[in-house]
């Protein structure tokens, strides 16, 4: 599975964005497609995730309420829809996918087996 992600940039706070994550090869044996976000010297921290079957989506409690995860099978393609953003959500924001050996610790980024490249967001206040 290759992950592309897109639509970070410069915004300024209370503003939203839509990151894109578009998904190639064998995405039907995934469990979980996931969002993480790093910044600078802080370690990666688990930002929402969705199941690639079925209707569950997870959300950090940073995050809930505001950002909302989604997926398009059809395209491929997840999506983090970012609303009410804050100097504090100012990081690269990656995309994942697992194997298909997750269970019940998508919030965990060792489980994960794909990764995108990456894309910046910054939110200035």
């Known amino acids: 599975v290759q992950l592309q992600a897109s639509g970070g940039g410069l915004v300024q706070a209370g503003d939203s964005l839509r990151l894109s994550c578009a998904a190639s090869?064998?995405?039907?044996?995934?469990?979980?497609f996931a969002w993480f976000r790093q910044a600078p010297g802080k370690e990666r921290e688990f930002v929402a995730a969705?199941?690639?079957?079925?209707?569950?989506?997870y959300h950090a409690v940073s995050v809930r309420g505001r950002f909302f995860i989604s997926r398009n099978n059809a395209k491929d393609t997840v999506y983090l829809q970012m609303n009410s953003l804050k100097p504090e959500d100012t990081a690269i924001y990656y995309c994942?996918?697992?194997?298909?050996?997750?269970?019940?610790?998508?919030?965990?980024?060792?489980?994960?087996?794909?990764w995108g490249q990456g894309t910046q967001v910054t939110v200035s206040s």
């Open positions: 994942a996918a697992d194997k298909g050996s997750l269970s019940y610790d998508y919030a965990d980024h060792h489980g994960y087996d794909y």
């Open positions: 090869g064998h995405t039907s044996s995934s469990n979980y």
């Open positions: 969705v199941r690639w079957r079925g209707s569950p989506t």
